[in-house]
Nanobody, 130 residues
Framework: QVYLVESGGGPVQAGGSLTLSCAASGPTFTTDSFNYYSVGWFRQSPGAGNDREFVASAQWIGNYTIYGDSVNGRFTISRDDAQRTVYLKMDNLKAEDTAVYTC????????????????WGQGNQVTVSS
């Protein structure tokens, strides 16, 4: 089992930057385990119902990352091994980036689909204003 806790959300001005954190823990999760998991970020926009949009995913073995078309070139995934934490740095934020952001984890490769992931965070509100 792996448990995820998100932080760093809140209000931000359009054109600004914000970084979300996703800390991992669990009875069998260690720093060495970090390399064998992939992380995904999804978001739920206002008026989108229960549907989540794919934002980004990272596979640490091979150092491979993928991003959704709407955020490509503006968002970046990174990690801190000592803190067992993954970060999503969001630059040049736009009003349409306003959403509840959620991190997810899976054992295996990067993935774009929600059903591929086995653990989820609680969700983190990001509000972009002009």
């Amino acid at each position: 089992q792996v448990y995820l806790v998100e932080s760093g959300g809140g209000p931000v001005q359009a054109g600004g930057s914000l970084t979300l954190s996703c800390a991992a823990s669990g009875p069998t999760f260690t720093t060495d385990s970090f390399n064998y998991y992939s992380v995904g970020w999804f978001r739920q926009s206002p008026g989108a119902g229960n549907d989540r949009e794919f934002v980004a995913s990272a596979q640490w073995i091979g150092n491979y990352t993928i991003y959704g078309d709407s955020v490509n070139g503006r968002f970046t995934i990174s990690r801190d091994d000592a803190q067992r934490t993954v970060y999503l740095k969001m630059d040049n934020l736009k009003a349409e980036d306003t959403a509840v952001y959620t991190c997810a984890a899976r054992r295996g490769t990067y993935a774009r689909l929600e059903r591929s992931y086995e653990a989820w965070g609680q969700g983190n509100q990001v509000t972009v204003s002009s």
